[in-house]
């Protein structure tokens, strides 16, 4: 209760008594605070996009919103509002503008994945066979497919008979994840799938997949994963960093499963929780950046 | 034919019955084949959004009050791999709900045969089904009757039955069926 009185005091008439004697000791806005006094990246942007949703002036409001192409425009105009000028704050317009794409493409980027995942799988769609086809080649180059409906969709983890009913709510995204996962890191995929076909700690690939994809998804959608995208991508995210999360997702989950030893397979909404805690754990560290690309660029 | 003093008792047994009615814990046990739509009725029982669903591996639960009962729902993945596991579950049920995808014809018998099985299942004899004949929203989807029909339903007899047609998806027919869940538990309990 006393943390909700102090919170409203503080965002309604502290934080702006605050920033004017700063303003007045430093000769500097908070956002040229900002943009001079933090790293790059999580702590710089964090800050900035909460410092414009919060401020009193409609241009600089509409900043966390404006097209990728308005951006330049946007970033003049809070300059002029500010009264800001580039020969006595030199780096402040660039900073800026990196703080902008990457708070105006995080919200891009969450509107992509939702396109995609709102595209439902559909058989009489070649596209959408054919990748299903090179997800199945990819992951066992060795054996043939015998037809488009078979038991053999088990081997790589999928319910049935016939895989379009497994992507439910996920859709073309549960797909897109898997294939990315096994065309840029074939090896380590193929190493998970054998992982799942342990006799004792065996998992179904291909539904634990679409599984993580709806965490990564869910993650995206709460703005948890801001941190992981401002540290990890200077500019304007895309489609592919969010697949590149998910290899992290799959690959680090695997690992997890395999370390923890869980009974069976119906324990896994629990360990599937107590791994998204761990993940939400790291992306509270503000120099947090989930990568997988280190380990392995194939 | 009734003594003055009967009705101030049956007053007194309705209020006590009133007051420990809302801690009644109820164990349903949601079965059938994937992709029958178990998750969905679970996330619509519980009035969650159900448009994120993802095949369940393992299982899920979740508390809902209804009608003066604690159901305590237990849905449990369908895929063939891990329908050994289902037995692991029977314990304690008080009603089973069983869910059908009407408009997958092709696995009928399949999910008739699963149906048999568990109605043979020692741990749940006795204890009230309702078969929920989902997807009644696609246009592709068997009627209730018919299902019903090939199922054989009417030749259980050694417990109450009901088939109820529903759409998970829009939740038509889901509070029907689980008017008579209640309704079939209070019998039951007593």
New interface residues.
Partial sequence: MLGYIWQYFYTSFFRFWLKWILRQVTGKCELQRICSGYKQGAPRTSRAEYSLESSKSKALRSAVSVDEDQVEKCVVAIMQEKNIHSQKDPTFKANLRVCIFQITGYKKLYNSVENLRKEVFDSENKAHEDMLLKLWNLLKPSVKLESRITKQW?DVGF??DDPK??F???GML?LTNLVFFSERYTDLSQQVLSHSNHPKLG??YA??G??L??MA??LLKAGTLKPHFYNGVLGVPHLEHFHQLYCYLAYEFDKFWMEEEPT???????Y?EKFQEKVKKLLEQPDVSLSLRELSDQ | MMSPCTAPQGLLSILRKLKSSPDQEVRILLLGL??AGKTTLLKQLASED??????T????IKSVQSQGFKLNVWDIG?????RP?WR?YFENTDVLIYVIDSADRKRFEETGQELAELLEEEKLSGVPVLVFANKQDLMTAAPAAEIAEGLNLHTIRDRIWQIQACSAVTSEGVQDGMTWVCKNIATRKK
């Avoid at chain 1, 069976?264 to 629990?270: D, G, K």
């Avoid at chain 2, 591996?57 to 899920?60: A, H, M």
């Fill in positions: 088990g319910q049935g009913t497994d439910r709510g996920m549960g998992y179904s539904i634990v679409i599984n994809t709806e998804y869910s069976s397979i119906m324990e896994f909404n629990q599937r | 994937d992709n159900v448009s994120h669903i993802t095949p591996q393992g299982f899920n369908g895929q063939r791999k891990i596991y692991n």
